[in-house]
């Protein structure tokens, strides 16, 4: 088992672009977390995901939402890049009836 | 709403020597905590919950309501111990509830 893979592992944007993260769960886990890790800072839930649907949210602006697929796996998208995105970006999966979460190895992703 | 937070960024000590990392929380009701790891080159992982209580790799953690505190503990610290913790609470269960980690603390154990 893979556990959670997220791709790309980095990536380099422009300030004003868009960008797409994408997070397949660990196998049998049915729900998606979101986290954004900024340089020194502890994860930021961003948003979460169940039966393809947003389940709950953080404080992050409209800028950034998500997706899930009918097989679990997930993405996040983030337009008009700010450079204060620059961050990792961690999936964390979990199954719906408890036991915690998985986390992914994340994506760095670094505004210019 | 709720928060976390561990005091030290930093905390160094000897391989044999007891380790604390502290961790406090403001929450009204009633949470669950966790301690997560990250050693070097790795990814985030669960350590211990506080609902288990149960010892991992030699580490417990007792939750204090009264003081709000949630301190990580080890009698002897080993080499293998080094790495970033971070301490997480959820509300609303392990599945449902966002965590809201606390900063980290990043132990060294010194040969």
């Known amino acids: 088992d893979a556990g959670v893979t997220q791709s790309p592992t980095h990536l380099i944007k422009t300030r004003g672009q868009q960008v797409t993260l994408r997070c397949s769960p660990k196998s049998g886990h049915d729900t998606v977390s979101w986290y954004q890790q900024a340089l020194g800072q502890g994860p930021q839930f961003i948003f979460q995901?169940?039966?393809?649907?947003?389940?709950q949210r953080g404080n992050f602006p409209d800028r950034f939402s998500g997706h899930q697929f009918p097989n679990y796996s997930s993405e996040l998208n983030v337009n008009a890049l700010l450079l204060g995105d620059s961050a990792l970006y961690l999936c964390?999966?979990?199954?719906?009836?408890?036991?915690?979460?998985?986390f992914g190895s994340g994506t760095r992703l670094t505004v210019v | 709403a709720q928060r976390v937070t561990q005091p030290e960024k930093l905390l160094s000590v000897f391989k044999g020597a007891p380790v604390e990392l502290k961790c406090n929380y403001s929450?009204?009701?009633?949470?669950?905590l966790f301690w997560y790891v990250q050693y070097s080159r790795q990814r985030l992982q669960l350590l211990l919950r506080h609902i288990s209580r149960e010892s991992i790799k030699g580490f417990t953690a007792d939750l204090n309501k009264g003081e709000t505190s949630f301190h990580l503990k080890k009698p002897f610290a080993q080499e293998e111990d080094s790495a970033m913790y971070y301490c997480a609470l959820t509300v609303g269960g392990t599945s449902y509830g966002k965590l809201t980690f606390g900063q980290g603390t990043i132990l060294t154990v010194h040969p």
């Open positions: 995901y169940y039966e393809e649907e947003e389940r």
């Open positions: 964390a999966s979990s199954l719906a009836q408890g036991a915690g979460y998985t």
């Open positions: 929450y009204s009701g009633s949470p669950e």
